[in-house]
């Protein structure tokens, strides 16, 4: 069985049109949308993805009717990811669900207890929320995550997107994944290559997740960008 790509990428960014233009063409080599909210404090993320949301915030936040084009674009799950402050504390998130426009939602700077009573809400109406490890927590508090969720985002390490972080054993976690049937664990954090996310898929995660190395590979040029996808898509169908 294939491992799942999930790809990140900032709503409105390069700009409106032309990231709709690209959510179509890259949609031949991702499963799984990850689409972020811009934000004027984007505290998880590494300078690259914040100054892109620096400059999708100078030039106004996308509107509804945006994300109601996204939605008909892309065909694939949709994930958005979006802060607390940005998304739930506005209330934002009663649109998004009430006109269907994602599959899940992924809000990293909740407790975990609250992206539980989000789930508790969300779930009669089809949304999931995905929950969060790393490898700072101990197998045991990971399980417990595990029972609450059908989705884990595991960061192999701590702090911000962009950088490289360290390798690690991550079999003690996935052990424990294995007794949650339909879970599905994610890696995320620091995965530039083919041969990283084949090595990490082969290793027991279900998919992973990317989005500093396909921008840096986007401000190069669309031609890299679509190179990499090629390359990581090819390695985990294989």
Same mark, same amino acid.
């Given at each position: 069985m294939s491992a799942l790509l999930a790809g990140y990428f900032l709503a409105g960014y390069p700009d409106t049109e032309s990231s709709l233009d690209l959510f179509a063409k890259v949609s031949e080599?991702?499963?799984?949308? &990850?689409?972020?909210?811009p934000s004027g404090n984007p505290v998880c993320d590494g300078e690259l993805i914040s100054e892109a949301h620096r400059d999708v915030m100078d030039r /106004?936040? #996308?509107?509804?009717?945006?994300?109601?084009?996204?939605?008909?674009?892309?065909?694939?799950?949709?994930?958005?990811? /979006?802060?607390?402050?940005?998304?739930?504390d506005t209330g934002l998130y009663h649109t998004f669900v009430d006109q269907k426009l994602a599959d899940a939602f992924?809000? #990293?700077?909740?407790?975990?207890? &609250?992206?539980?009573?989000?789930?508790?809400?969300?779930a009669p109406k089809g949304i999931e929320v995905t929950g969060f490890a790393n #490898?700072?927590?101990? #197998? &045991?508090?990971?399980?417990?995550?595990? &029972?609450?969720?059908?989705?884990?985002?595991?960061?192999?390490y701590i702090g911000?997107?962009?950088?490289t972080g360290s390798d690690f054993d991550p079999s003690r976690y996935l052990e424990k994944a294995l007794v949650h049937p339909g879970l599905k664990v994610f890696a995320g954090f620091g995965i530039t290559s083919a041969e990283k996310a084949r090595s990490l898929t082969g290793r027991g995660f279900?998919?992973?997740?990317?989005?500093?190395?396909?921008?840096?590979?986007?401000?190069?040029?669309?031609?890299?960008?679509?190179?990499?996808?090629?390359?990581?898509?090819?390695?985990?169908?294989?």
């Open positions: 080599y991702i499963d799984i949308f &990850e689409i972020g909210f /106004a936040c #996308p509107g509804i009717s945006y994300w109601q084009r996204l939605r008909s674009v892309i065909k694939k799950t949709l994930w958005i990811m /979006a802060y607390k402050k940005d998304f739930i992924v809000i #990293p700077d909740c407790t975990d207890n &609250e992206r539980v009573l989000l789930e508790a809400e969300l #490898p700072g927590m101990s #197998p &045991e508090s990971f399980s417990k995550i595990a &029972e609450k969720h059908k989705i884990i985002y595991f960061q192999l911000k997107t962009g950088s279900d998919g992973v997740i990317i989005g500093t190395a396909f921008l840096r590979a986007l401000k190069e040029s669309e031609k890299s960008l679509m190179a990499l996808l090629r390359d990581i898509s090819g390695a985990l169908k294989t």
